[in-house]
């Protein structure tokens, strides 16, 4: 497998798994609840948080732009909801000197050219392709000509899709997201398989962006061979938004950074060997 860097940090090979706090838009519009969840990505131990950008004017589309949506801030349009939850420059800028402030890495996944323009004039590692715009080859392309390291989500997308999508893509700055874009995820339409699929198909990185209720299955991804963990986080599962639900809380976050950096210990390097802690309990019961 290829490696490739991210900063300091290599994705791919033998190196620890690169796992992304996703805050999304679970910020719901708040600088301040951002904030407080870089703080738990922190605390937790994760590599990154990533955020989302969208341009309303062309991200939504004009039949639902009228829709009358109950908010916490009272009735609205889902038009001026979505400015609503957007972040916009002044908050990008405090996001970008917080996270340097607390030594964490920051990303974001973008829509739009215009979101994507706007995310490249920030010093930051890598984009992220949201699932949804897998198929957008405009948007694609302008992803590519940022020269940073992509990374490629492959939630609601077949197999010829993805395969195009690869295509327009440098490869040698290419990371593969396998997703299943169900919020929350069953277990049954999480299809874990497809990791060690990829693993023997590609020579990038594969990782796993997850929707689901729990952390059982994410630690199965990261067994079955995902060097990218992604998953949301929220400060409490019942807050008002459409993503909480499929998020993880503050202390499920911290216990699943943890148990993936003792899986990762686990799984060793596929040597068969007597360890030296064996050698006594040999010479007791070993017959021959």
């Known amino acids: 497998?290829?490696?490739v860097s991210l900063g300091i940090k290599k994705i791919g090979g033998n190196n620890p798994s690169y796992i992304i706090a996703e805050i999304g838009l679970n910020h719901n519009g708040s600088l301040d609840i951002a904030k407080k969840l870089i703080d738990v990505a922190v605390l937790a131990g994760c590599d990154a948080v990533k955020f989302q950008k969208r341009n309303p004017e062309k991200c939504v589309p004009e039949k639902q732009r009228n829709v009358i949506r109950e908010t916490p801030w009272g009735e609205m349009t889902y038009f001026e909801y979505r400015y609503k939850v957007e972040f916009q420059k002044k908050e990008f800028d405090e996001i970008d000197r917080y996270c340097k402030e607390k030594q964490i890495d920051w990303l974001a996944s973008a829509w739009d050219e215009d979101s994507l323009d706007f995310l490249n004039s920030y010093d930051v590692n890598a984009h992220k392709v949201p699932s949804a715009a897998l198929t957008?080859?405009?948007?694609?392309?302008?992803?590519?000509?940022?020269?940073?390291?992509?990374?490629?989500?492959?939630?609601m997308s077949n197999t010829n899709e993805i395969e195009h999508a690869i295509s327009l893509l440098d490869q040698n700055r290419l990371i593969l997201l396998h997703a299943t874009s169900t919020y929350p995820c069953v277990p049954e339409e999480l299809n874990l398989n497809i990791i060690p699929h990829y693993l023997s198909k590609y020579s990038f990185p594969i990782g796993y962006s997850g929707h689901e209720v729990g952390l059982q299955t994410t630690y199965a991804a990261v067994a079955l061979g995902a060097k990218v963990v992604e998953?949301?986080?929220?400060l409490d599962r019942s807050m008002w938004g459409s993503d909480h639900a499929a998020s993880i809380e503050p202390?499920?976050?911290?216990?699943?950074?943890r148990d993936i950096r003792i899986i990762e210990i686990a799984k060793g390097d596929?040597?068969?060997?007597?360890?030296?802690?064996?050698?006594p309990i040999l010479k007791?019961?070993?017959?021959?």
């Open 1 to 3: 497998m290829n490696e």
């Open 136 to 155: 957008n080859d405009s948007l694609l392309r302008k992803y590519n000509e940022t020269n940073k390291v992509i990374i490629l989500s492959t939630g």
């Open 231 to 234: 998953r949301h986080i929220t």
């Open 251 to 257: 202390q499920g976050l911290i216990r699943l950074v």
């Open 270 to 279: 596929g040597i068969k060997k007597v360890y030296e802690s064996e050698l």
């Open 284 to 288: 007791k019961l070993r017959f021959i």
